[in-house]
C-alpha cells in the first residue's frame, strides 16, 4: 500500500489540499504524465494503481494517496518518467501553479512534497 502524502498533514491542510485541485477519473491504460515532457501538472491518486515508467521499463507501481508529476515540478527540469494507468483511476488534479502556491501556504504539505520529490529522483 502507498503511503499518502497527506497522512502527516492536520486534517484541516489535507482538506485545504484536496479543495485546490480538481477531481477527474481515468480510463485505465491512460497515460497522464510522458517521459521527457514539461512539468505542468501533477495528481494525486484517491483511487487505482499506476504503473512508473523510465525507457518503458517499469521502475514503481503506485496507489492511493501517491503524488505523480511533483518530481519536475519540484525540481524544474523535464518529466524524468512516464506514469500509465494500470487501473481506471480517481485523481486530484494540480497544475504546477497550484502545487507551487499550496507548498508555499501549506508548509507541511510543501515538505512532504518536497520528500517525495527526492525519494523519486533517486529512483529514476
Known amino acids: 500500500m502507498t503511503e499518502s502524502i497527506l497522512d502527516g498533514l492536520p486534517s484541516a491542510d489535507a482538506e485545504r489540499v484536496l479543495a485546490a485541485g480538481r ?36 521502475i514503481a507501481t503506485l496507489g492511493p494517496g501517491a503524488v505523480v508529476g511533483e518530481t519536475a515540478i519540484v525540481n524544474r527540469t523535464l518529466r524524468s518518467a512516464s506514469v500509465v494507468a494500470l487501473t481506471p483511476l480517481r485523481v486530484v488534479h494540480f497544475t504546477s501553479e497550484t502545487l507551487e502556491r499550496l507548498a508555499d501556504e501549506v508548509p507541511a504539505f510543501g515538505a512532504a512534497l518536497r520528500a517525495a520529490a527526492a525519494g523519486r529522483a533517486d529512483q529514476v
Do not use: C, F
Open 23 to 58: 477531481p477527474l477519473t481515468l480510463p485505465q491504460g491512460w497515460s497522464p504524465i510522458a517521459e521527457s515532457t514539461p512539468a505542468d501538472k501533477a495528481y494525486l491518486i484517491t483511487e487505482g494503481e499506476v504503473s512508473v515508467r523510465k525507457g518503458g521499463v517499469e
